[in-house]
T-cell receptor
Framework: EAQVTQNPRYLITVTGKKLTVTCSQNMNHEYMSWYRQDPGLGLRQIYYSMNVEVTDKGDVPEGYKVSRKEKRNFPLILESPSPNQTSLYFC???????????????FGSGTRLTVV | DQQVKQNSPSLSVQEGRISILNCDYTNSMFDYFLWYKKYPAEGPTFLISISSIKDKNEDGRFTVFLNKSAKHLSLHIVPSQPGDSAVYFCAASGSSGGSYIPTFGRGTSLIVHP
């Protein structure tokens, strides 16, 4: 089944403790992206990657890091999480960087992160 | 500054009637528009799209209309069903430095009453 898999689904952590949210897709998609969803603010892009070793900042990159060493994986790293990073996170992929418009994204099921 | 606006946070409709979800945009460089549907505890799923060379695209009960001069698009669901109850996100993208990074609206929560 074609899908985007995020782990974990739920995570509660303490301020300052480094964490990684994993994202993997099995569709050989070039383009991958991370979003956060907050009440009243919709989906805001954190980082995106157009291909292996090519990443760039989205609208809200502060406090996050990403890497794209392989085509299928795009982990989101929070080096020192803070309470304002409590949110619902979505990973998404698309056939190509232009395909984000033409083909639509495939989204993962989400990771609900709480930082206390 | 929001480039994609969904001004109605919520919409309530009776089963069998038409649901109309609206979206406005400000960036004239946008030339692709998409709608996503999101159920609770799930990721958004792609629903329907339209390019700027068209003014209408239809897929079953779902039709998207684009009015470029007004920078407005709408999603029509006819007839509405209780299973359509979800949050709907409008997204727009256009060539900016060679990429088509979509910008999302804040979403409209649709409730279809049986």
């Amino acid at each position: 089944e074609a899908q985007v898999t995020q782990n974990p689904r739920y995570l509660i952590t303490v301020t300052g403790k480094k964490l990684t949210v994993t994202c993997s897709q099995n569709m050989n998609h070039e383009y991958m992206s991370w979003y956060r969803q907050d009440p009243g603010l919709g989906l805001r892009q954190i980082y995106y990657s157009m291909n292996v070793e090519v990443t760039d900042k989205g609208d809200v990159p502060e406090g996050y890091k990403v890497s794209r060493k392989e085509k299928r994986n795009f982990p989101l790293i929070l080096e020192s999480p803070s309470p304002n990073q409590t949110s619902l996170y979505f990973c998404a992929s698309s056939l190509s960087w232009a395909g984000g418009a033409n083909y639509g994204y495939t989204f993962g099921s989400g990771t609900r992160l709480t930082v206390v | 500054d929001q480039q994609v606006k969904q001004n109605s946070p919520s919409l309530s409709v009776q089963e069998g009637r038409i649901s109309i979800l609206n979206c406005d945009y400000t960036n004239s460089m946008f030339d692709y528009f998409l709608w996503y549907k999101k159920y609770p505890a799930e990721g958004p799923t792609f629903l329907i799209s339209i390019s700027s060379i068209k003014d209408k695209n239809e897929d079953g009960r779902f039709t998207v209309f684009l009015n470029k001069s007004a920078k407005h698009l709408s999603l029509h669901i006819v007839p509405s069903q209780p299973g359509d109850s979800a949050v709907y996100f409008c997204a727009a993208s256009g060539s900016s430095g060679g990429s088509y990074i979509p910008t999302f609206g804040r979403g409209t929560s649709l409730i279809v009453h049986p």
